[in-house]
T-cell receptor
Framework: DAGVTQSPTHLIKTRGQQVTLRCSPISGHKSVSWYQQVLGQGPQFIFQYYEKEERGRGNFPDRFSARQFPNYSSELNVNALLLGDSALYLC????????????FGPGTRLTVL | GENVEQHPSTLSVQEGDSAVIKCTYSDSASNYFPWYKQELGKRPQLIIDIRSNVGEKKDQRIAVTLNKTAKHFSLHITETQPEDSAVYFCAASTNAGKSTFGDGTTLTVKP
């Protein structure tokens, strides 16, 4: 679990801007999932990628997109930021996909002003 | 879509007592049920998980039970310690690669 890294740690943006968040999974893991965690709530599933293909998608608008690279790292992009996008964005990696055990990264705290 | 309800939202126990947190899920396709502990400002940490072909699993002071018929699973912590104080989340996952989390239980263990 300590092997999942995310950058940046904190980010401040204004409404309407675009943001890119990055995640590097544990070495050997091929799956990356993205979650949004609003204060006081559980993580909400956004995407899962495995072997560079999208394998699952949560109920988020098309402003949210992601991709996975050949080295299994991943980026989450959010366009046209809204105040409500302010949250902790968590990345989780797993060896396989679907119901494989996931390990979370430290998260990126996004604040939209 | 999947809906996971978690109860109670807050739980306060005396050190040494047991704590039980319950979750129900709606999607019968869910077949993997992890539990996470999240301390303030930190990432969720997996503490125990169970798959749908198993009814109970134990790891020292922590146990999880699953009732697939009732779509219900529970976390049991025995001999609680102050360091067990945290927010606990349950989750339900399907083979479609989607995980749904409960809203969390804030556990406080009083010394």
């Amino acid at each position: 679990d300590a092997g999942v890294t995310q950058s940046p740690t904190h980010l401040i943006k204004t409404r309407g801007q675009q943001v890119t968040l990055r995640c590097s999974p544990i070495s050997g893991h091929k799956s990356v999932s993205w979650y949004q965690q609003v204060l006081g709530q559980g993580p909400q599933f956004i995407f899962q990628y495995y072997e560079k293909e999208e394998r699952g998608r949560g109920n988020f608008p098309d402003r949210f997109s992601a991709r996975q690279f050949p080295n299994y790292s991943s980026e989450l992009n959010v366009n046209a930021l809204l105040l409500g996008d302010s949250a902790l964005y968590l990345c989780a990696s797993g060896a396989g996909w679907s119901t494989d055990t996931q390990y979370f990264g430290p998260g990126t705290r996004l604040t939209v002003l | 879509g999947e809906n996971v309800e978690q109860h109670p939202s807050t739980l306060s126990v005396q050190e040494g007592d047991s704590a039980v947190i319950k979750c129900t899920y709606s999607d019968s396709a869910s077949n993997y049920f992890p539990w996470y502990k999240q301390e303030l400002g930190k990432r969720p940490q997996l503490i125990i998980d169970i798959r749908s072909n198993v009814g109970e699993k134990k790891d020292q002071r922590i146990a999880v039970t699953l009732n697939k018929t009732a779509k219900h699973f529970s976390l049991h912590i025995t001999e609680t310690q102050p360091e067990d104080s945290a927010v606990y989340f349950c989750a339900a996952s399907t083979n479609a690669g989607k995980s749904t989390f409960g809203d969390g239980t804030t556990l406080t263990v009083k010394p």
